[in-house]
């Protein structure tokens, strides 16, 4: 019984490493794209700031199943998952804080719990 205790303790935390390990890829894609939106927002040339958001788009979707894959490993990153899952629904400017706060989790090694503000995401447009 102890050594099976122990080997479930052992490969929760594999599967925990593995998960943090696919969280901060994804994290770096979720930066990547933060970067590229902030850039968009700056640029005059509305071509260029068009093609930063095709791309910080483009970023985020990558980010996606990364996060996917380690939300199945790994409970506790089933919130960032669910964060990336909404790009295809709300804007990214909705999304910049919880995608802020998350990866900072994921850059402390997943240790800590941000304090996240009080937030209500926008009601689904009715289907008319």
């Known amino acids: 019984m102890a050594v099976t205790l122990g080997l479930s303790v052992g490969l929760a935390g594999c599967a925990d490493s593995a998960a943090l390990g696919l969280v ?45 894959e380690a939300a199945g490993q790994a409970p506790q990153w089933q919130a960032l998952m669910a964060t990336l899952a909404e790009n295809s629904r709300l804007p990214e400017s909705d999304l910049v804080q919880a995608l802020q706060q998350q990866c900072a989790v994921a850059q402390t090694g997943g240790t800590t719990v941000p304090t996240l503000p009080d937030t209500t995401l926008p009601a689904p447009p009715s289907g008319g």
Do not use: F, G, M, W
Request: proline share 2%; aromatic share 2%.
């Open 24 to 68: 901060q890829q994804a994290c770096h894609h979720v930066k990547i794209s933060l970067t590229l939106y902030r850039e968009s927002e700056h640029q005059a040339n509305a071509q260029v700031a068009s093609s930063d958001l095709a791309k910080a788009q483009a970023e985020l979707q990558t980010a996606s199943p990364l996060a996917a």
